[in-house]
């Protein structure tokens, strides 16, 4: 079975550049997390999707960032305009129900780094 | 609230030696609890979990962590540490009905010697 896909897995952009990164869930997995993770702040909860919905989004640093989640199958982080504090690895992962009992799938990540 | 709290941010082992990686956590209700592994320049992986049987669980790679409630902890054990299992290792925390949403521990980056 595939995996979370993520792309692109690295993404090098100029300060000021929109950047949109792209995360595939595990099929039949109805939860959607977006991490962040630095080697200053560590794994940071960006924000998650239940059935599609925006669920928390408490974690998204500030109005720059956004996200999606148009269907099942496919989700968006975008951020605009980028800036060199940005630069991190980004996570999305995936779960099935609501219950919290079967923990969460990672994908490989995209390495983001804004000049 | 619920969280998680790693002892030591790195440990060193010898190659065959055991690894414990100590993991406790703060929750008003019995959590379910997880461990992950991330290879460098990877994702994380689930490594195993805990979610209300068996207090002693297993998990890939040797690996097995036991539950106590008693003292908040779920520390991450092998009995014989191989090159292979040099990474970052993070314990998590999630609530029933939070929609899968996981607590992460600060991260323990193992390290083992020849």
């Known amino acids: 079975d595939a995996g979370v896909i993520q792309s692109p897995r690295h993404e090098v952009t100029e300060m000021g550049q929109e950047v949109t990164l792209r995360c595939k869930p595990i099929?039949?997995?109805?939860?959607l997390f977006w991490y962040r993770q630095t080697m200053m702040r560590g794994l940071e909860l960006l924000i998650y999707f239940n059935n599609n919905v925006p669920i928390d989004d408490s974690g998204m640093p500030e109005d720059r960032f956004s996200a999606k989640m148009p269907n099942a199958s496919f989700s968006t982080l975008k951020i605009q305009p980028s800036e060199p504090r940005d630069s991190a690895v980004y996570f999305c992962?995936?779960?099935?129900?609501?219950?919290?009992?079967?923990?969460?799938?990672f994908g490989p990540g995209t390495r983001l780094t804004v000049l | 609230a619920q969280s998680v709290t790693q002892l030591g941010s790195h440990v060193s082992v010898s190659e065959g030696a055991l690894v414990l990686l100590r993991c406790n956590y703060s929750s008003s209700v019995p959590p379910y609890l997880f461990w992950y592994v991330q290879y460098p320049n990877q994702g994380l992986q689930l490594l195993l979990k805990?979610?209300?049987?068996?207090?002693l669980v297993k998990g890939i790679n040797g690996f097995e962590a036991e539950f106590k409630k008693s003292e908040t902890s779920f520390h991450l054990t092998k009995p014989s540490a191989h090159m292979s299992d040099a990474a970052e290792y993070f314990c998590a925390v999630s609530l029933y009905n939070q929609g899968g949403k996981l607590i992460f521990g600060q991260g323990t980056e193992l390290s083992v010697k020849p």
């Open positions: 805990y979610t209300s049987a068996a207090t």
């Open positions: 099929s039949g997995h109805n939860s």
């Open positions: 992962a995936s779960s099935k129900g609501s219950g919290g009992a079967i923990g969460q799938y």
